[in-house]
C-alpha cells in the first residue's frame, strides 16, 4: 500500500471517528480510538513509539514519543486543541526530520470539522 494510500484510510477513519465522537474528547481517546480502526483495516499501527536521538555527543534515549506510527513510514501527532498552532506543525516536521521519515498528518479532533484539523507534512516526500 502507498503511503497515500495509508494516508487516505487515515483521513477516512478521523473524520468518521470525527462525526461518530465529536470533538472535546483527550487526545489520548482519539489516538486509541484511531489506532484500532486502523488495526481492522490490516494496518500495522504502533502507538507512543519512544525515538532516541543522539545530540552533541550525548544519547537521550526516548527524547520523544510518537502518538501513531502507521507501516513504519506514516507519524501521526494526534491534538484536540481549540486551534492549531505553528508550533505544532513544527513539532511534526522536526519529528520527521529526526526519524527520517516522509510523510506526517497533524490530527486535531477539536476542529468545528475534521477537514479543518488536518494538515499533511512532507519531508524529502517522493511518491511509491
Known amino acids: 500500500m502507498s503511503i ?3 494516508s487516505s484510510a487515515v483521513i477516512e477513519e478521523s473524520i468518521g471517528i470525527h462525526r461518530e ?9 482519539y489516538e486509541t480510538v484511531l ?3 486502523l488495526e481492522k483495516r490490516g494496518l500495522l499501527v504502533q502507538r507512543q513509539v519512544p525515538v ?3 545530540f ?3 544519547a ?9 506510527l502507521v507501516d513504519e513510514r506514516l507519524i501521526l501527532e494526534i491534538k484536540s486543541v481549540e486551534q492549531l498552532s505553528k508550533a505544532h506543525a513544527k513539532q511534526l516536521l522536526t519529528y520527521l526530520r529526526l526519524t527520517q521519515q516522509p510523510v506526517g498528518l497533524l490530527l486535531n479532533f477539536s476542529a468545528a470539522t475534521m ?3 488536518i494538515r499533511r507534512m512532507v519531508n524529502n516526500y517522493r511518491p511509491d
Open 60 to 68: 537521550f534515549g526516548a527524547a520523544f514519543k510518537i502518538d501513531i
Open 4 to 6: 497515500d494510500e495509508i
Open 21 to 29: 465522537l465529536g470533538p472535546g474528547l483527550f487526545e489520548s481517546i
Open 115 to 117: 477537514r479543518d484539523g
Open 52 to 54: 532516541p536521538i543522539e
Open 56 to 58: 552533541d555527543g550525548h
Open 35 to 37: 489506532a484500532g480502526r
